[in-house]
């Protein structure tokens, strides 16, 4: 079994920064990519940022040069920092992580969601 706590979502002006993170812990051999969707309210969930075990990484084009996604392996921990924030990208944002367990089997898992909410 592997968990993943989000943390950093809340209310932000127009323009504001934020930053959220995705702590995953449980039966982790190996994790081949980290990243953050989102689902804005009547939207299907979209990929916001994705980083591969490498290190690459791999943005929407409507987030590039505002969002910077990071890890660190050693907490398998994977951050999101918003900065510029618009209206639009208010949504909840869902942490996801590609991992292998020790049966050498791939699994994703998701996190619970938390709301960024851009607003003035």
């Known amino acids: 079994q592997v968990q993943l706590v989000e943390s950093g979502g809340g209310l932000v002006q127009p323009g504001g920064s934020l930053g959220l993170s995705c702590a995953a812990s449980g ?33 929407q084009d409507s987030v590039k040069g505002r969002f910077t996604i990071s890890r660190d392996n050693a907490k398998n921990t994977v951050y999101l920092q918003m900065n510029s924030l618009k209206p639009e990208d208010t949504a909840v944002y869902y942490c996801q992580v590609g991992y292998r367990d020790y049966t050498i089997r791939y699994r994703e898992v998701w996190g619970q969601g938390t709301l960024v909410t851009v607003s003035s």
């Open 27 to 59: 039966s982790i051999f190996s994790i081949n990519v980290m990243g953050w969707y989102r689902q804005a309210p009547g939207k299907e969930r979209e990929l916001v940022a994705q980083i591969i075990s490498g290190g690459s990484t791999n943005y």
